[in-house]
């Protein structure tokens, strides 16, 4: 049977027992997945098939611990697996100003959804001041192509806060690859064009005009 393409199999024998429904392949250790520090476990108990989802090996408190009927143990897998994955990327995203601890575990990230949480991501340098700021900014420019369509929604929002345009264009990026600078420029052009009318939008209009001239 073919598993999540992000999960390690450490253990499958049931892939043997569906294709077969030999009883004698029934046990407690039928599968385990490994995504980073998450296990999906399935076994049979008694008279029932048992999904467990465990974190950091803590087998004696489960994340959960679920019954499962066994026409529908391949799609809860699937399920399943897509669930644990969400569950790792809420981890990336910073809990408080203060929380360099999930920038740290955002590094160490190689998944392709980032663009799923691009945006709260992108909350996180809307003040530059904000310890967590100042190393996510660093981070970030790792994952320039999931961040443009968010990167684009801000800048083009003209409910978004100005200063909050400002630092992505002036700290983020201006450490874009050349590629994904062009892709803004229609937008960053716009901005530069401006006629301000509060200190905010000065700056914005400032900050807009540097980045133009710096990618020349």
Request: aromatic content about 10%; overall charge negative.
């Amino acid at each position: 049977m073919i598993y999540n393409n992000s999960y390690t199999v450490i253990l499958d024998d049931l892939s043997e027992y569906i294709s077969t429904n030999y009883e004698s392949l029934l046990k407690e250790d039928m599968l385990q997945l490994e995504y980073k520090n998450y296990i999906i476990d399935v076994g049979f108990y008694a008279k029932e098939f048992i999904l467990y989802i465990i974190k950091d090996h803590n087998w004696n408190i489960p994340i959960r611990k679920e019954q499962i009927q066994e026409n529908d143990i391949i799609s809860k897998i699937n399920k399943t697996c897509i669930e644990v994955l969400s569950m790792n990327l809420q981890e990336l995203i910073p809990e408080n100003k203060f929380d360099i601890e999930a920038v740290r575990r955002l590094s160490e990230n190689n998944t392709g959804q980032i663009a799923s949480i691009a945006l709260p991501l992108l909350e996180w340098i809307a003040d530059m001041n904000w310890p967590v700021a100042s190393e996510l900014i660093h981070v970030l420019p790792r994952f320039h192509k999931e961040l443009l369509p968010s990167i684009r929604c801000i800048l083009i929002d003209q409910k978004k806060d100005l200063i909050w345009k400002y630092w992505i264009i002036t700290r983020l990026l201006i450490q874009f690859p050349k590629e994904s600078q062009l892709e803004l420029l229609p937008i960053i052009e716009r901005l530069a064009e401006l006629t301000p009318k509060n200190e905010d939008e000065i700056e914005l209009k400032e900050g807009a005009l540097n980045f133009l001239e710096n990618i020349k």
